[in-house]
């Protein structure tokens, strides 16, 4: 009997879509080693240059952290479990509990009224309290509308950005009729709908180290619902600083995680991820997709952990991973341990301020891909003079290929890319593509670095493709 690997969803791609993996091995080191040698792809995925296992995943061994143990020298046993949690975006506190409740709020949280651990008490807290979401997208439109129900008396949303309808999937805060506007607007018009005794503070900046501070200073908690590692980082930092409880939760695809940060009593998001991965390695939702009730799974964890923890009622996610797999509806909760080299909130900081998050996840530290780019019009006019002679690449996945493609294009995904060299002719003139371009630009970095010379990117993509060529083509 073997050790089973449980395989995350971002990684699933190089295992053949194979959510679980039995490998032989007496220790972590031996099945990690196993495992990458049967599916290389996720070599660089787990491990660096040297062999050691990168600081943005987590390994578990059934329900322990393996920082905790011997690492990747600890010993196993057939029928084990290794989990491999990759980086994917108790207590009260002091609030005033002296707000009165008129007799309409009385009638309108009757049914909390009615629960000994809310009662007049907890309705009072939830009333007085201030909380603060980053952002009012996937995450955050479940938790603020169950916030704003819940009779949270002020409710501040950090956003800058406006409904489109590719947000209307899953963003239910949003609805046709706000196509086009800003999202605080469309926000502030649903939540006051859904209580108008809720007083909806609005924050039209994008959270950054130079206002992140000053904004949430004026909060008790945070909950946060950004979808990118520097804001992640920020919220968290900033947190930890400002002694404030941070309500976390990200999603992938069909996949969740949420836990509740708070350096007094417990680890940070530091101790959990002490860095993010590389640009570009782990993909956002526009590009893996996800399904759209999944963000109302996690974001109502969210709310959930966010009233307990101003009522004071329960048990919270303090010290604990909660990891959720819609396909298989299952949760699965793992232990989380503050980390005494943390260098936020270990027992030697070396952070004590705010910093350049963008630097920090290497937003600004890309690559440039070398290599010319053509434009939508001009690969028209080159697919109609040059017909067979010019080749088109297609380096999306195949479920984006069967929403729409380009007519005579060859589908190579992105990932197979290196082990499919050999079906490109070397002196070929190459045009790769993919949803809006980045894939593609690395596609031809990696044909570049092959050997092929004649090799283009399509800028903007096939979005866009159908939208100044074929039109009336799928876009998504």
Known sequence: MSVIVLIPTPLRGFTAGQDTVSLPGETVGQVLGGLVATHAGLKRHLLQDDGRLRSFVNLYLNETDIRHLSSTATPVRPGDVLTIVPSIAGGSPAVNTESSLSQAEVLRYSRHLLLPEVGMTGQRKLKAARVLTIGAGGLGSPLSLYLAAAGVGTIGIVDFDVVDLTNLQRQIVHGTSTLGQPKLESAEARLTDVNPNVRIEKHSVRLSSQNA????????????GSDNFPTRYLVNDACVLLGKPNVYGSIFRFEGQASLFYAREGPCYRCLYSEPPPPGLVPSC????????LPGIIGSIQALETIKWIIGAGDSLIG????????????????????????????????HELIDYEAFCGIGAEPEYAGPEITAEELARETQQKGAGLVLVDVREPHEWDIAHIEGAWLIPLGQLPERLGELDGHAEIVTHCHHGARSMKALQLLKGAGFSRVRSLAGGIDAWADRIEVGMPRY
Do not use: H, S, W
């Not at 526009?286 to 009730?293: I, N, P, R, S, T």
């Open 213 to 224: 501070l000053e904004i949430m200073r004026e909060y008790d908690i945070i909950v946060d």
């Open 286 to 293: 526009a590009e893996g997709g996800v399904l759209g009730v």
């Open 320 to 351: 604990r991973l909660l990891l959720f797999d819609a396909l298989k509806l299952r949760f699965r909760e793992l232990q989380l341990r503050k980390d005494p080299g943390c260098p936020l909130c270990g027992e030697n900081p070396t952070i």
